[in-house]
């Protein structure tokens, strides 16, 4: 019903907290497709990073974990598919875009 944009900005008007982000299961696994848990129909690379860059504006952030790289689920490519996705996440939680 609402774009992601819209979602995040709704959200983000009703917190006024330290914020934690946690895990990539959120993302879509052709774009994480190894974590633990995934997702189908989950969020897209740029959803993601914009949910980070927009957490990152408010300068609430203050814990990021990425737990969920599971080497064992895939090969050696979708491993540095993943962990370049969560370092490029981590990036824009942290300012840049």
Do not use: W
């Amino acid at each position: 019903r609402y774009d992601i944009g819209s979602v995040v900005e709704m959200a983000l008007d009703h917190v006024n907290c330290p914020i934690h982000l946690s895990d990539v299961d959120v993302l879509d696994p052709s774009v994480a497709p190894i974590t633990g848990t995934p997702v189908r129909g989950g969020l897209t690379f740029r959803e993601g990073h914009y949910i980070c860059e927009a957490i990152h504006q408010t300068g609430l952030l203050v814990a990021f974990d990425l737990m969920e790289v599971n080497p064992t689920l895939a090969d050696a490519e979708s491993v540095r598919q993943t962990v370049t996705v969560e370092c490029s996440l981590v990036r824009s939680a942290l300012g840049k875009s």
